[in-house]
């Protein structure tokens, strides 16, 4: 009789989710976990920090690794999760990865709050990523308590969807394998992209990011111009709704485009990645003293192609603070700005994934 598999899960969250939730991320995970082993006689470690999965500094390099091991990554989803930079990049690294192979079955969001907009037309593109997943929702189960039947109830549709994903990547990565054991052709073939198509596309996103920036000067000057010589704290209750609604006209529309490319250069930037890591990968495997100098020549041209990148995040950070704070004060301008403020946030992710392309690790040990 062969061991059972150890199988590894890694759970991103908010803290401020778990607390808000009566401690609920813990107490699902240990709940699935049980009812998992006791399913399948296999053990699923759950990991619900970076430091315990043992990732580090160099988390990206590990996850083709963690991939290979089939190793499942639950994002516990509320709205909250997508305005936190470290959640969207955790997503959109791991899903990337996993599509890039074939198995994003090993991605599996489960839903505490906001199920109603998880769509394909919500404007935000890692929102779009969640809603074309096989995702579980739990918000009408945990009012119920973790003690109900409909609880309980939910916890075997979890359980039994892990065992499906598995058994489905199982295939998908390994042939006739056991599952988490990849084959050598597998692992050779990872992709079909060769260096000259991540130049090429390296060079696109860099237009694609230039393309950008006249929308965000033309929302920035048109906020200047409509409060020059204006001071909102000296107009009537008239004046200022008559002025809030002047300024949501102005940037209505600028935002609508911003948001729309953002989102464009958010997907971009995480098929990027997705090829860049897999064909290092496969290099790497193939010769890895050469693969080495292949890394810097493409370090070069990211630098090249992309060296404001880091300055023009400062700037994002400081324009999105701006607007959110602006946006409290009226519905309307709220509602103007709202495809400005989550095409923020995507191209905030786009470049923590751009700014993580300079410490690429071919050897994919983080050291």
């Known amino acids: 009789m062969s061991e059972p598999v150890p199988y ?52 990206r390099e590990k996850i083709s ?104 990547v199982g295939d998908n990565l390994s042939g006739d394998s056991p599952v988490g054991v990849p084959s050598a052709s597998n692992v050779e073939s990872l992709t079909e992209v060769d260096s000259e198509t991540i130049e090429r596309h390296i060079s696109d996103l860099g237009a694609e990011l230039s393309d950008i920036e006249p929308l965000m000067e033309q929302v920035g000057q048109a906020a200047i111009d409509r409060t020059a010589g204006r001071e909102i704290g000296d107009m009537t209750v008239a004046q200022r709704s008559f002025f809030f609604k002047s300024l949501a006209d102005d940037i209505r529309e600028p935002a609508a485009e911003f948001g729309d490319k ?3 250069i958010e997907a971009t930037a995480r098929q990027l990645d997705a090829e860049m890591r897999a064909f290092i990968m496969e290099m790497y495997s193939i010769d890895p003293s050469d693969t080495q100098s292949q890394v810097e020549a493409l370090r070069s041209q990211i630098e090249k192609s992309f060296s404001g990148v880091q300055e023009s995040f400062a700037q994002l950070d400081n324009l999105e603070k701006t607007m959110r704070m602006a946006a409290l004060a009226s519905v309307t301008l709220r509602r103007a700005i709202s495809p400005l403020t989550t095409g923020l946030r995507s191209l905030g992710t786009a470049m923590q994934i751009i700014i993580s392309w300079q410490s690429i690790d071919p050897s994919g040990t983080g050291a």
């Not at 699902?28 to 759950?46: D, I, N, P, Q, W």
């Not at 394909?120 to 074309?132: F, I, M, R, S, T």
């Open 65 to 168: 690794g963690a991939i290979l091991g089939s190793t499942l990554f639950i994002p516990i989803i509320t709205m909250r999760y997508f305005n936190h930079p470290n959640c969207r990049e955790e997503l959109s690294a791991f899903y990337s990865a996993a599509e890039q192979r074939g198995v994003s079955d090993l991605v599996l969001p489960i839903i505490l709050a906001g199920k109603e907009q998880i769509s394909k037309e919500n404007p935000d593109d890692l929102v779009q990523v969640v809603a074309g997943l096989n995702w579980k929702s739990i918000s009408d189960e945990f009012e119920s308590g973790y003690e109900s039947s409909a609880w309980k109830q939910r916890i075997g549709v979890i359980v039994k969807g892990l065992q499906d994903a598995l058994e489905r």
């Open 262 to 264: 953002a989102s464009r």
């Open 8 to 59: 590894q899960c890694f759970v991103s969250y908010t803290h401020v989710d778990n607390e808000d939730h009566d401690g609920v991320v813990d107490r699902l995970m240990k709940e699935v976990a049980g009812r998992f082993e006791a399913a399948t006689g296999s053990e699923l470690k759950v990991f619900l920090d970076h430091n315990s999965i043992g990732w580090g500094e160099n988390w």
